[in-house]
């Protein structure tokens, strides 16, 4: 099944404790949907400046089967993000985001992109994120992810976001803003009564937490001895994610829980090259080696009852 994003393509000028990157091919919609197109095809929604290096973008992006009738070249800058990570790699800091050409964007989606199924709505301006719902038929799954700039700035609209997807992607210092619960067991019991029925709660190097009314599971984050540059991990587990239940086109809970794995896994990758430099070079036999990996390290026999 065809999957749709819309969401932020960026220039990302990023520094790490190991090296910096200027002006690199980034944002939510771009790691979504380079880490995606492992699973199934992907429709990108967006805008670009002027200043963008299209060329390049296409190039990355058009190889893996991703469709850009839907990224606008609009006139003006191009969406900026600077950040920065210290020893803790969890959390970004924003130095700086320049929405350029994002603040006047007024999504409009071409006619095959009407139909998609299953549809994520990255981290950008959850006014835009409405827009590009308002325009899809009947999708089947929708789920978006957002950030602390939005929730912020556009609380309001976020809320009723929150009332229109099946599931919301956030991690856990995002959640605790949103919901103003110290708690995350709350702070998704909070969200779960606003809209999503399931509710994804990550938390960078400790795992993700996927919740629904009735059930909690979790995943770990794949232990990885050298992490370069943590962008993009939560827009990549994203794709992982979508990408795999739009390919098997199966919502029940088992499927779910594989998805979470599956996003994990290239939430794992993502991390060990700037910019999508990794996305682009990781084969299928790498992802279904790292899952089988993911599999060893939470089995365990359960022995004899005490
Ligand atoms: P993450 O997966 O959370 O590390 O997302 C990293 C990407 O988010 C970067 O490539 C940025 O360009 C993009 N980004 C940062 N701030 C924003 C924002 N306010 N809205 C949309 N995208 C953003």
């Keep these: 099944m065809p999957l749709l994003v819309v969401g932020s393509v960026a220039l990302d000028s990023v520094e790490t404790p190991f090296g910096k990157a200027d002006e690199v091919l980034g944002g939510s919609a771009t790691y979504f949907s380079a880490s995606a197109s492992h699973q199934t095809s992907v429709k990108l929604v967006g805008v670009v400046g002027s200043d963008y290096p299209v060329d390049k973008l296409d190039e990355a992006l058009r190889t893996r089967g991703i469709d850009l009738a839907g990224l606008e070249r609009a006139e003006g800058e191009s969406f900026r993000w600077r950040g920065r990570y210290r020893h803790d790699l969890n959390s970004a800091e924003t130095l700086e985001t320049r929405l350029g050409v994002f603040s006047h964007f007024r999504p409009k989606l071409p006619e095959q992109f009407k139909s998609a199924r299953y549809v994520f709505l990255a981290n950008i301006d959850p006014r835009l994120q ?35 997807v099946d599931l919301i992607t956030l991690n856990d210092g995002e959640a605790r803003q949103l919901t103003e619960q110290a708690n995350l067991v709350q702070a998704a019991r909070w969200i779960l009564a606003r809209g999503p029925k399931t509710v994804l709660i990550k938390k960078g190097e400790h795992g993700a937490f996927m919740f629904t009314k009735d059930s909690i599971f ?34 029940s809970e088992a499927n779910l829980r594989r998805a979470v794995v599956i996003g994990s896994a290239m939430g794992s990758f993502v991390v060990e090259a700037f910019s999508i430099t990794r996305l682009l070079s990781v084969t299928r036999d790498d992802i279904d080696r790292r899952v089988a990996d993911f599999h060893r390290l939470v089995s365990f026999d359960q022995g004899m009852p005490s």
Excluded at 130 to 155: G, H, Y
Excluded at 218 to 230: I, K, N
């Design 218 to 251: 979790y995943a770990p984050a794949y232990p990885l001895e050298a992490v370069f540059d943590p962008t993009g991990a939560g827009d990549s587990f994203a794709g992982g994610f979508m990408g795999y239940l739009a390919r098997t086109d199966d919502l």
């Design 130 to 164: 409405l827009q590009v719902l308002e325009q899809v038929d009947k999708p089947k799954f929708v789920a978006c992810d957002t950030m602390n700039f939005w929730i912020e700035s556009r609380r309001g609209d976020l809320m009723e976001l929150l009332k229109h």
